[in-house]
Structure formats: C-alpha cells, structure tokens
C-alpha cells in the first residue's frame, strides 16, 4: 500500500520541526549556505512574501517613505485628498461626467482600481462606480468622522484616501464607490498604461521531488511566487487521475508548478529552494514515498531554464555537499502540466499535515 496513503488513513502528521530536521539528517553533511546566488545564501532569511492580487498585480504595501516620495509630485489639493482624506466639492472633478472605455488608476501610485464598464451615474455629484477593478486593489476601514460610520476606501498598494462605498448602488452588487476625481488618473482604452499600472510579467517552473504537498506548500511561501499548483508531468496518460499515477505505471511525475515574478525572485533562488526541500540523490524515491511517480525533476520551460538548472546541479557536484552520492535530478523539456485533483491543492494548508520537506526560506 501507498506509505503516504497510509499515512493520510490514519491521520497522522508531524510537526514541521521535526520534519524538518529528519530531512537534515536525512542530507547530513548538507550545507545550505556553500552555494550562494548574487551575496546571498540559502541561510538567509528572504525578505517578507510581497502581496499578489488574482489579477497578477503587484499590491505589496509600499514603505512610509515611498509613498511620500510619490505623494510630493502631487498639487496641493490632490495631496489633501489622498493623504489627509480630504473630499473634493460635489460635481467639479473632472472625472465626474467621463463615458469614455478605459481604466482608472490610483494617482499616488498608478494601481488599477476601477473600469469604465462599472462606471454608473449615481446623481451624487462624484464618480460611482458598482465594483473594483479587482477586490484586492482597495482596502475598506471604518470611518467615524464627521459624527456617523462610513466605510473609507483606500489604495490597497499604497494608501492612498480615495472617497467611500455605500450600500445603495445598482445590481449586481448593490454597492456605490464614491470617488475623488482627484484620486484617480483616467487611461483610455487603447492608450498605453505606464508599468506601475500594468500587471506582472511572470515566469513559470516546474519541479517534481517526492510528494507534491510539501513542495507546493513551501514554494507557495517563497517572495515573489504568486501560484504554486500540485499536477503531474513528463508521463504518458493525458489528464491522469491520482489513482493512475500511483498504481498504473504512468510515468508522471508528482510536479508543482511554479508561477513567479522574476523582478522578486530569480529562477537561480527556486533552484536554491528546490534542493533544500528535497534530497536529489534518493532515485525514484523521496523518504518514505517509492516509486517514480516519486523521482526528482527539473522539467525546464526555455533554454534558458535548462542552462541554469544544469550549471546549479554542476555547481552542487563540485561542492561536495552530498559527500560523494549522485545527484540523479533528471532535467527535461517540459511537457505539459496536468493539474491535480481539487483536494490535492493547497494540501498542507488545509489539512494542517506536513510532509518531510525542509523550509527552504530560512
């Protein structure tokens, strides 16, 4: 019977120290901090996760004194808008009547807050808006000023003050963004949107070591991932099933899938990060889980990929951190990446069980 199967059965877990220190004992003689990428070891701990809304931007709160660099551009009255909370005179924005298609950014720091197909005229004398450009972009608090509750609204990314939201907007959402003009910059349709208004280029890796829970659950928390899925790859049955894997001789690989933003994190660091979660020279098997649905990979999406994978894993021979054992880390062109079933997803996180993986964070 499956050993991680059985383990799930009977509901057993382990402490993520514990775990954490079977799997050095199991790489004794590792030494994370022999390879070093850009002044940096694997001993170091990363900075705090940035924040990634689902719309891929980058809505990591920027520091006091940033914002305030940006916030010294602004004129006068925009400046006591957005910082002190101010609120501009009824029907003089110059946002207030514009119909034409296009975006509404934030005017601090240029993140995406409204569209103009949710743009309504809600005979208030501001711009009303039914919804956000994405959820996460505004960030709501309460405001007990001027002797009643509202709810203020504010730039998720860079807090800027941007009006309030009520209660009696228009289907579907029954909510009314009530907006500075001042707070916002109006982009047309077709009009090129500057890069702090644009969504994160990002990059995609993919890494099979043994069981997919724990792999995706640490590189879910490296800085600068925004996804990590659980699937299979490099097999030979299109869409297989969990049961296929372990039991049909498919030849997928249990793989996680690694969507990232390489202005944050480098493919070099999720290389440092892989080899600490697992031991690479265990072939076609990682501690208890046997088989090669089990084996370690790297299944590189360009040349470029491959060309770093394989002068890590030269690196890593040359070292001697393995004391002599062969690192049997496959390196393939990725094929494609087969999702797995719902329940695999986010596994730790939901279950609370952990697997023996170490944090490859600090």
């Not at 707070?183 to 644009?198: N, R, W």
């Not at 969507?259 to 070099?268: A, E, G, Q, T």
């Not at 690479?280 to 088989?291: A, E, F, K, Y």
Request: proline share 6%; glycine share 10%; aromatic share 10%.
């Amino acid at each position: 019977m499956n050993t991680r199967i059985a383990v799930a059965l009977a509901g057993l877990g382990l402490a993520s120290g514990a775990i954490a220190a079977a799997l050095g004992r199991l790489g004794e003689g590792q030494d994370p901090g022999q390879v070093q990428s850009s002044g940096e070891t694997m001993q170091t701990r990363d900075k705090a996760k940035p924040t990634y809304s689902k719309s891929n931007y980058d809505i990591t709160p920027l520091s006091p004194e940033r914002v305030e660099e940006l916030a010294s551009r602004l004129d006068p009255e925009t400046y006591r808008i957005t910082q002190k909370a101010g609120t501009e005179q009824p029907f003089c924005g110059n946002l207030l009547d514009n119909k034409k298609d296009g975006t509404y950014v934030c005017v601090v720091c240029g993140l995406p807050l409204f569209a103009s197909e949710h743009k309504f005229h809600s005979g208030t004398g501001w711009p009303s808006f039914y919804t956000g450009f994405d959820p996460a972009h505004i960030r709501e608090i309460e405001d007990r000023s001027h002797g009643m509750v509202r709810t203020e609204i504010e730039c998720a990314r860079c807090g800027a003050h941007l009006g309030h939201v009520f209660k009696d907007g228009p289907p579907p959402t029954g909510l009314r963004y009530c907006l500075n003009s001042a707070s916002l910059t109006f982009f047309e349709k077709d009009q090129a949107l500057p890069s702090e208004s644009q969504p994160v280029k990002t990059e995609t890796a993919y890494f099979a070591g043994g069981c997919f829970w724990g792999i995706e659950h640490f590189f879910d928390e490296g800085p600068g991932v925004i996804e990590a899925a659980s699937g299979y790859m490099q097999g030979d049955v299109e869409k297989p099933t969990y049961k296929q894997v372990c039991y049909e001789n498919t030849h997928h690989a249990e793989t996680v899938k690694v969507v990232f933003d390489p202005k944050r994190i480098s493919y070099r660091r999720l290389l440092e990060a892989f080899f600490v979660m697992h031991d690479p020279t265990q072939l076609n098997r990682q501690g208890p889980d046997v088989g090669d649905q089990y084996r370690s990979g790297i299944w590189y999406a360009n040349d470029e990929q491959k060309a770093e994978a394989e002068k890590f894993i030269s690196e890593l021979k040359a070292s001697g951190r393995y004391k002599g054992r062969d690192i049997v880390t496959q390196v393939e062109k990725a094929e494609t990446f087969w999702p797995a079933e719902e329940y695999h997803q986010d596994y730790v996180s939901k279950t609370g069980r952990a697997c023996h993986i170490a944090d490859p964070w600090k």
